[in-house]
C-alpha cells in the first residue's frame, strides 16, 4: 500500500482526496481549530483541486468531528445533499443577478443543525457583474453563522472588492505522484497506470481517473494529440481542425447525456406524471412550462460543456507542445505525454524551440478567442493553419 497522500500530522479524513496540497490544508485544519473567517476564496488552475479542497472543507466544517468523512453528515456533504450546504454549480456560461439575489436570502436564514450555513460557490467568476455586486453585499454584512466558499481559477477572476474581504487559499497543480496514490488507494487503479494517466492529465484528479478507466476518454485524448502531426499543410490542417471541434463536441454530449434525462425523469416524477385523479391535468400544465425552463438550462449547460471540452483539448495541445520544448533544450523535466514520445522527438527535431513557442502562442489565442464567443470552428482552423506556418 502507497504512503498517505497528505504528510500533515493529525489531517482530517475528509481531506485524504486533496493530493498534493499539504500548505492549504495546514491553513484549513488551523482554522478549524479557532481561526475562522465567513469568506473564502479557493483558487488554481484546472485540476488543482480547488472544489475538492472547498467541498473537504465544508464537510469538517459541519461534521461534528471535524471531518471524519463516514458520519452521515460527511456521507451528506460529499453527495451535496446535507441541509446546510448550499452547493452552486453554474450550468451556463454565465450566473445572473437574480440567481445570485435568490441565493444570497437562502445564505441568510439559520443552520438546521449545526454550528454553520456553508454556501460553496464553484466556478463563482461565472458571476455576471451585476451579480458580483449582489454577492459582494452579502460578503461586506456577514450573517454570523454563515460561510462562503467561492471557487475561481484565479483571485484576478473575481471583483477586487469580493477578493479582498476573503482569505484565498491557492492550490497549485499536484505531483503526478500524488494524483497516482489517490487513485490507487481510493479506487485501486495500479499504480503505474495511475501514474501515467496523472502525467497525461497533468495533474488533474478527476481527469485522470477517467482516462485509466474509461477507454473512450482516452481515445478522445489520442484523436486530440493527433493534431500536431496532422497540421502539416492547409488541406489537413482544416481537417485537423474539424476533427478537433468534432471531438470535444462528442466528448460534452457524453457527459450531458449522463445528466440530462435523469434529471428530466426527476421532474416528471416530482409532477407526477403517469398518475390520475384530481388536479393532475392542471399538474402537467405546471410541469410542460417546468420542462421547458430545464430544456433550456440543459442548453446553456452543454454550450458550457462543450466550450469547457474544447478548452481541455487545447491545453492537451499546449501541453504537447510544451514537451516538444523540453526536448528540444535537453530539460530534465517531466514529459506528460510520454505514450507520444516518436511523435514529440520528431517534432522537436524538425522545428526550432521559437517556432513551438509561436505554436503555443497560437493555441493560448485561440483559448482567448473562444472566451468572446467567437465560432469555434474559426478559431481553431485559425490555430491550426498558425501550427502548420510555425
Known sequence: MSAPVSTVAGTPPVFADLAGQDRVITQLTGALGGNMTHAWLFTGPPGSGRSTAARAFAGALLCPQGGCGECPSCRQVDAGTHADLLLVRPDGLSYGVKQTRDLVLRAAGSPSGGRWLVVLFEDADRCTEAAANALLKAIEEPVPRTVWLLCSPSAEDMVTTIRSRCRVMTLRVPPSEDVARVLNERDGIPYETALDAARAAQGHVGRARRLATDASVSSRRSAVLRVPVQATSVGPALAAAAALVKTAEDEAKSVTEELDEPEKEKLRQAYGEGSSGKGVAKAMRGMAGAMKDLEDR????????????????????????????????????????????????????????????????????????????VAPLLAVEEMTLSLVQG
Open 298 to 373: 440543459q442548453k446553456s449547460r452543454a454550450t458550457r460543456v462543450k466550450r469547457d471540452a474544447l478548452d481541455g483539448a487545447l491545453l492537451d495541445l499546449v501541453a504537447f507542445y510544451r514537451d516538444v520544448l523540453m526536448l528540444q533544450f535537453g530539460a530534465s523535466a517531466e514529459i506528460f505525454n510520454a505514450d507520444h514520445l516518436d511523435d514529440l522527438r520528431r517534432l522537436a527535431a524538425a522545428s526550432r524551440p521559437e517556432s513551438t513557442l509561436r505554436r503555443i502562442q497560437a493555441i493560448m489565442r485561440c483559448r482567448d478567442r473562444l472566451t468572446f464567443n
